[in-house]
């Protein structure tokens, strides 16, 4: 049994197997959150993934008896937070589902248009005795259906998909894991799954703003308690497009030639006093790197040219972050070609798709590049430091 405050108790299911999530590599797992809140009315906040229906169910038999939920508030819609629902309401016969005005139709659409849903416009809010459930939409954090649930009396803020992490652990609350590792998943989640919906991000945070906030209880990952200015500081950072000193070298490569290149460039940042992260494709995968490309200022993007075009995986990487649409990046190509190339102008029309700035870089070389096409490629990395320190 674990309790946020009384009355209020996270009834969730650990995923310590989870691999990928919609192709995004979770390395340390996921938990699907659910949230119990008992009161002269008993309500449940969001569910799970349909085969954890089990564990939820286990742990709120723990608490109170299911039938007895009068509630249940759907924040979001997808699969991962609403698929057990319809089970769940044969047991809670007489609960009152509510959701946004979006979320009853993706319920309908899901399970079916006789499905009976209150929308939150109808019931803005529901007075549970002692305790109050307060709804707020936030459409685009990551659906059109998305919003928030808040307990005023507690300062509990469940915001369903803002501030989540894909992490399994023992611990559920944010002063129980590594910090380190917390906050290096949370910007993972943000920048795979969050990242493109920055402008939303930022409207549904303006919204959130004069709410006092002792607990913020995420769909995914731990609660956060005791680092809530921390990541609230870093969520504002994500939202305004805010960089570090850092370059993101991406790339694959045939015979090594683009290789060559890549390091080549990675030296001449680091001389430059720059951090550089250098991802080969095959080796990283493409949630990784967008992991890093999150707060970096450049993002370098190399490819040999095959049949007139650019290398499959890095096509593949290309599409990923055309998707997310990092912003306020600068970027360039680099690569090699036999007896004619192609892959840099796709590459560039792919960064520049992705709203990367483009800087001039004379950077593809024929075959294996020489001695003087390296020390070429090392002066550019360099001269690509003062850009990036200068913002």
């Known amino acids: 049994m674990i309790k946020l405050k009384e009355g209020v108790y996270w009834v969730g299911a650990i995923d310590w197997n989870l691999r990928n999530f919609h192709g995004y590599l979770t390395h340390r797992g996921s938990t699907y959150n659910a949230y119990l809140i008992v009161d002269e009315k008993i309500a449940l906040v969001d569910t799970v993934k349909d085969k954890s229906f089990p564990e939820m169910m286990e742990r709120i038999r723990e608490i109170v008896d299911p039938s007895e939920i009068d509630y249940v508030i759907s924040n979001h819609t997808e699969p991962d937070h609403s698929g057990c629902i319809t089970k769940l309401l044969t047991i809670a016969e007489n609960a009152e589902l509510v959701a946004s005005n979006f979320g009853v139709k993706n319920l309908r659409g899901y399970f079916g248009e006789g499905l009976k849903v209150t929308s939150i416009t109808d019931k803005p809010s529901i007075n549970l005795g002692k305790k109050t459930l307060q709804f707020t939409p936030i459409p685009m954090v990551h659906w059109p259906d998305s919003m928030v649930t808040y307990i005023p009396e507690d300062k509990i803020l469940l915001p369903n998909d803002a501030f989540g992490q894909h992490i ?26 969050i990242m493109h919906l920055s402008t939303s991000v930022g409207r549904a945070l303006k919204a959130l703003g004069g709410l006092e906030i002792d607990l913020i209880g995420p769909s995914h990952g731990v609660i956060w308690r005791s680092m809530i200015g921390e990541i609230m500081d870093k969520y504002r950072g994500w939202v305004a497009g805010e960089t570090i000193p850092r370059a993101v070298i991406v790339y694959d490569t045939m015979w090594e030639s683009t290789h060559m290149i890549a390091r080549a460039l990675s030296d001449g940042v680091a001389e430059g006093g720059v951090e550089v992260k250098l991802h080969r494709l095959g080796a990283s995968h493409n949630s990784d790197v967008i992991a890093d490309i999150l707060e970096a200022k450049a993002v370098l993007v190399g490819s040999p040219t095959i049949n007139n075009g650019v290398f499959p995986t890095v096509a593949s990487f290309l599409a990923y972050l055309k998707g997310l649409k990092p912003r306020f990046k600068i970027g360039a190509f680099f690569g090699s070609y036999g007896w004619g190339g192609g892959a840099r102008k796709e590459v ?20 294996r590049p020489g001695a003087e096409e390296l020390l070429k490629a090392r002066e550019f990395g360099r001269t690509l430091t003062g850009k990036i320190l200068r913002g």
């Open 168 to 193: 399994a652990s023992s611990g559920r609350f944010d002063d129980e894991v590594d910090p380190g590792v917390l906050m290096q998943e949370a910007s993972t989640y943000y920048a795979n799954i």
């Open 348 to 367: 560039e029309a792919g960064l520049e798709a992705a709203g990367i700035e483009l800087i001039e870089g004379d950077l593809e070389y024929k075959f």
